[in-house]
């Protein structure tokens, strides 16, 4: 099946820093997720982007599905912002997603 | 998280006993998936269905587990004779369509003692 390499493991922040998580797979991509799961341990939907660039406030999502590839942008970071952020990627003939291992970002205040 | 429930949100069971996890879906999504998160790992697939249907079950261990989708009602997830390593967070998802969204659930958290 699909491989899923997030990067980097572990992140520390400062309030206001600008961050990029990274989300390399490895097959053509049918859909791609992130997810931020909060210290409570609920999933949040932040992007659904199989291909293309998106902006939600102060998150935007790149991927370039030829280069196999995805990119979360975190600005201005808060200590909200604080959990677990999720790539899931299907591919091939299926749309069930297999999840990366995550980047577990702190943001101190 | 538009409106995907679960419950219990926490259950602790013995060695043996059985565990019954509930999901009910957004209002109009007939897609709904189990998901098992282990501690400081991410999410692993288990069960895809539809309304009465299995579609696939390649994630779910083969002995002890089952999940059902009734016309009426919630989907459930059901364990037999729990084991500690049966220990883990379950995240039910919903999605309009398969090439939709799927929206996560709160998760149930399971500790067998």
């Known amino acids: 099946g699909i491989q899923v390499e997030q990067s980097p493991p572990d992140l520390i922040l400062q309030e206001g820093a600008n961050s990029t998580l990274r989300c390399n797979f490895s097959?053509?991509?049918?859909?791609l997720q992130w997810f931020h799961q909060n210290p409570w341990g609920q999933l949040i939907n932040l992007f659904y982007?199989?291909?293309g660039t998106k902006q939600n406030g102060r998150l935007s999502a790149t991927t370039v599905a030829t280069e196999r590839y995805s990119l979360l942008y975190i600005s201005s970071s808060q200590t909200t912002d604080s959990g677990v952020y999720f790539c899931?990627?299907?591919?091939?003939?299926?749309?069930?997603?297999?999840f990366g291992r995550g980047t577990s970002l702190i943001v101190h205040p | 998280n538009a409106g995907v429930m679960q419950n219990p949100r926490h259950l602790v069971r013995r060695r043996g006993q059985e565990a019954r996890l509930r999901c009910s879906p957004v209002?109009?999504?007939?897609?709904v998936y189990w998901y098992r998160q282990l501690p400081e790992e991410g999410l692993k697939f288990m069960v895809y269905?539809?309304?009465?249907?299995?579609?696939?079950e390649s994630g779910m261990p083969k002995e002890r587990f089952s999940a059902e989708f009734p016309k009426e009602g919630p989907s459930i997830l059901r364990i037999q004779q729990v084991v500690r390593g049966d220990s883990a967070a379950y995240f039910c998802?919903?999605?309009?369509?398969?090439?939709?969204?799927?929206?996560f659930g709160p998760g149930t958290r399971l500790l067998v003692l």
């Open positions: 998802a919903s999605s309009q369509d398969l090439q939709e969204t799927q929206y």
């Open positions: 097959d053509s991509v049918n859909n």
């Open positions: 982007i199989p291909s």
């Open positions: 899931a990627v299907a591919s091939g003939g299926s749309y069930i997603p297999t």
């Open positions: 209002k109009g999504h007939s897609h």
């Open positions: 269905l539809q309304k009465e249907n299995i579609i696939d």
